[in-house]
């Protein structure tokens, strides 16, 4: 399967395609975690060629972290606690903004054993931040890539309710994704994916998975890849409309 090709939400060698795509592209690499705790960096440079496209990561794992680190607004985190969609996005930017990158990727979530800030556990935020606007294409103008990345990754959790275990899925509204208000991992029915905007236009998913703590790390880092993978693959071809005058 080529690197470009969208069709699988979460190919195995995603790491390998990002660092192929990033590299192919000439752009560069960053990665904020929290729950993931290093795993996504970890992923990134096992992959052949990471040397010339990742730039490097910051595990915050303490909430203060995440705004000295990162930049995350502190009246966010006050308000919200540091599993929240939007503390998702500004890891993603800020890991890019700060280690120099094009492109950063984020975590933030509730791996268990106990609830966090009021948030169930499986609860979980990823997000990516691409280039700044001024530096790159519009990537939602005319850039087909068919079903969403959320869309598709819901295909995969609506027969699995870990990335690799069979159960069952229901989706929600984003408004129920952000309000924490859910029972806890185990209850089948809330498992759910939703696609969001962040506020400077970064690309974020807002997850209810199941399973124990390994389970939910390990799908975080898979799901994050996956998004990271097709929004590369999606500024790539909005970059190859442009050279070539639209068509």
Do not use: C
């Not at 052949?48 to 203060?64: D, H, L, N, Q």
């Not at 850039?143 to 690799?164: K, Q, Y």
């Not at 994050?224 to 068509?247: C, K, P």
Request: hydrophobic share 40%; charged share 25%; proline share 4%.
């Amino acid at each position: 399967m080529s690197a470009r090709d969208a069709g699988d939400a979460l190919p195995e060698n995603a790491a390998v395609d990002v660092i192929a795509l990033a590299r192919e592209a000439g752009w560069t690499l960053a990665v904020a975690e929290s729950l993931t705790g290093g795993l996504v960096a970890a992923e990134l440079t096992a992959a052949p060629g990471a040397s010339a496209a990742f730039r490097g990561s910051v595990t915050a794992y303490e909430t203060e972290l995440k705004h000295r680190l990162l930049g995350v607004d502190p009246a966010l985190l006050a308000r919200e606690g540091a599993v929240h969609p939007e503390v998702a996005a500004q890891m993603a930017s800020g890991a890019r903004d700060v280690l120099g990158a094009d492109w950063g990727a984020a975590t933030t979530g509730v791996a268990g054993p106990e609830p966090q800030d009021g948030r169930p556990v499986g609860t979980v935020y990823v997000a990516v931040a691409g280039p700044a606007p001024a530096s790159g294409p519009d990537l939602d103008r005319d850039v087909d890539l068919g079903e969403s990345f959320a869309d598709r990754l819901a295909h995969v959790l609506a027969h699995h309710g870990t990335v690799e275990a069979e159960t069952g899925v229901a989706t929600k509204s984003g408004a129920e994704a952000g309000s924490g208000h859910a029972s806890g991992a185990g209850d089948t029915e809330k498992r759910s994916v939703t696609g969001l905007t962040g506020a400077r236009g970064e690309k974020i998913l807002a997850l209810r998975l199941n399973g124990d703590r390994t389970e939910i790390r390990r799908d975080s880092v898979r799901i994050v890849l996956g998004l990271l993978r097709d929004e590369l693959i999606r500024n790539a071809r909005a970059q190859d409309t442009e050279e070539n005058g639209g068509t």
